[in-house]
């Protein structure tokens, strides 16, 4: 299944990561593991890197010892860290001729639509351009309140933006079990969950340590985003030698497979959850692009009705005001008023400033059946 992915996030824990006894970074570790996703890679999976590690790095680094739990430390050492482990990335992908690029991001990065849509837009463009981004939190400006403090929530939320198919979190567990392993001896690892019930959360919430909280349970809540954004998630243990490939050959992990995929996910979310802010009715040239699957254009828009932000769902509707199809909006109300029914060469002059050339791009537009 992991080879059927086309994009898959990989997240890497700290623990994996970072040596214990020296809080030094285990290159040897990272690099063979970089020598995998190369692999992907190059037999065409789009693969999105999310690294931990600049806390923990960055602490050893300046010497920060004491109150682990102060924000300012926390900031501090995930500034000194982060430089470091970007720069491993960058060394250990760049000696395979292989491209990469940093990706910080907020809770409000992933959570509000706006800013959402361009952090989606930066990764396509990299994925497109054949570079493996390598994503953290910005910890060094997110505060208690404001951050997700763990990668296996944050890289959910990424496999969702990018409607990746795959969620691999590498961890120093072999997956999911019915008891703790660390207290019960007949502890059977489950290798499929179909469904994530309370009972199953529970279970997982309710150990301790490194198989609890920060541990089991938000690789939980990081299956159930990925649930309903239709992509798959594997908990596997990056220990061995070659996790990934490990997966491939069906060691024991525990996958959790969703009842439909990312794309009917998104369209699902698009049409059936948002609510739509306002409308554009186009011309019949701009319906029949759309049926036939293209992006809605500036040109083809006839009137904007309603007052709505970039990044909000709008409905489309024809010009006998029938819905058509539902997309997230690429321009707000005011500037789409602007630019309907002129060029997209022309929107730089129009608007100051050159934005997409498209008012809905095709990935973000579901066509309503009638
Ligand atoms: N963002 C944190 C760091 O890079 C790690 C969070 C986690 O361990 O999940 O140090």
Redesign the pocket.
Same mark, same amino acid.
């Given at each position: 299944m992991l080879q059927d992915a086309s994009r898959l996030v990989v997240k890497i @824990? $700290?623990s994996l990561l970072i040596d214990p006894d020296t809080g030094q970074m285990n290159r040897d570790w990272l690099d063979a593991l970089v020598g995998e996703l190369v692999r992907l890679h190059r037999r065409g999976q789009q693969v999105i890197v999310v690294s $931990? @590690? !600049?806390? !923990?790095l960055g602490r050893h680094y300046l010497g920060l010892g004491g109150d682990r739990s102060r924000l300012e430390d926390h900031q501090a050492a !995930?500034a000194a @860290?982060q430089i470091l482990l970007a720069h491993a990335y960058q060394e250990l992908l760049g000696k395979r001729d292989i491209k990469v690029a940093q990706i910080l991001l907020t809770l409000d990065d992933t959570e509000n639509r706006r800013r959402y849509l361009n952090a989606r837009n930066t990764m396509e463009t990299l994925l497109a351009s054949a570079v493996i981004p390598v994503i +953290?939190?910005n =910890?060094s400006v997110a505060t208690q309140e404001i951050r997700y @403090? =763990? +990668? =296996?929530r944050l890289a959910a939320r990424v496999a969702e933006m990018t409607s990746s198919d795959c969620l691999v979190l590498l961890s120093d567990v072999a997956g999911l079990y019915d008891k703790d392993p660390t207290h019960y001896k007949e502890a059977q690892l489950i290798p499929t969950v179909m469904e994530i019930t309370p009972e199953l959360q529970a279970s997982a919430g309710a150990s301790t340590t490194r198989f609890g909280s920060g541990g089991m349970a938000t690789k939980l809540e990081a299956a159930k985003i990925c649930f309903s954004a239709g992509c798959a998630t594997v908990i596997a243990s990056g220990r061995q030698g070659q996790p990934l490939q490990s997966i491939e050959d069906c060691e024991p992990c525990t996958w959790f497979v969703p009842g439909c995929s990312p794309l009917a996910a998104r369209k699902q979310w698009i049409a059936g959850t948002l609510t739509p802010a306002g409308k554009l009715i186009i011309d019949d040239g701009a319906q029949s692009a759309l049926m036939s699957g293209r992006s809605l254009l500036p040109v083809g828009v006839m009137m904007v009705e309603g007052e709505f932000q970039r990044g909000d769902a709008v409905v489309v509707a024809n010009s006998e005001g029938t819905e058509i199809a539902r997309g997230l909006a690429a321009y707000s109300s005011e500037d789409a008023r602007v630019i309907q029914g002129r060029q997209s060469k022309d929107i730089g002059s129009l608007l100051g400033y050159r934005g997409r050339n498209e008012i809905i791009h095709r990935d973000n537009l579901v066509l309503m059946d009638h």
């Open positions: @824990g $700290s $931990s @590690g !600049a806390i !923990a !995930a @860290g +953290n939190e =910890d @403090g =763990d +990668n =296996d």
